[in-house]
């Protein structure tokens, strides 16, 4: 038995079957092709949407990873200016001043003249920015177990230690003029 279309359009049943495949279409699992997956930085990428995904989930969908790289650093670094934090966040000059001003809208810190240069902020954690930067580290650290829990234990600190490197040389890749 065939349908046949009205001169208004498809068949109601025809058109629920079209909505159907195209659902089921959407739906299906491609893989990424093997250059891709070849690729560093592919893996790279993806490495950091699902870390993303897990922190937003996980440990906190308002401060981010960025803004806590920063809390922790002013922690480490009582005493120093915005601009030497920025390395120690591993964050570009413009995206630190960025990042600091919405810490410091929200309360968790504070920025003052540093004493060596007026232009110079030094920044301060607040009250506010001490509660959140525990409460933050705590659940970082339980995603980190989660996330390695497959790796033995006595590997972990190496597995950092080469993502850390690797970090470090494509910088330095990213700053070369050429190739």
């Known amino acids: 038995m065939s349908v046949v279309a009205s001169r208004t359009g498809p068949v109601a049943g025809d058109q629920a079957h079209d ?12 893989e990424p092709p093997p250059d891709i997956v070849a690729a560093p930085g592919f893996g790279a990428r993806r490495l950091y949407q699902a870390y993303l995904a897990a ?3 996980h440990v906190d969908a308002v401060i981010t990873g960025p803004q806590f790289a920063v809390l922790s650093a002013v922690r480490a ?12 966040a591993a964050l570009d000059t413009s995206t630190m001043a960025d990042v600091c001003r919405r810490l410091e809208r929200r309360g968790l810190i504070s920025r003052a003249p540093a004493p060596h240069d007026a232009r110079a902020k030094v920044l301060v954690l607040t009250d506010e920015g001490n ?3 525990a409460e933050t580290f705590r659940r970082t650290r339980a995603l980190d177990e989660a ?8 590997q972990r600190p190496h597995l950092a230690a080469l993502l850390n490197d ?6 330095q890749v990213a700053e070369r003029d050429a190739l």
């Open 19 to 30: 909505e159907h495949r195209a659902s089921t279409r959407r739906r299906a699992r491609v």
């Open 55 to 57: 922190w937003n989930r």
């Open 77 to 88: 670094y009582p005493d120093a200016d915005q601009t030497a934090l920025a390395g120690a």
């Open 131 to 133: 509660e959140a930067l």
């Open 147 to 154: 996330l390695l829990a497959d790796c033995p234990a006595e």
């Open 166 to 171: 690797l970090g470090q040389q494509w910088e």
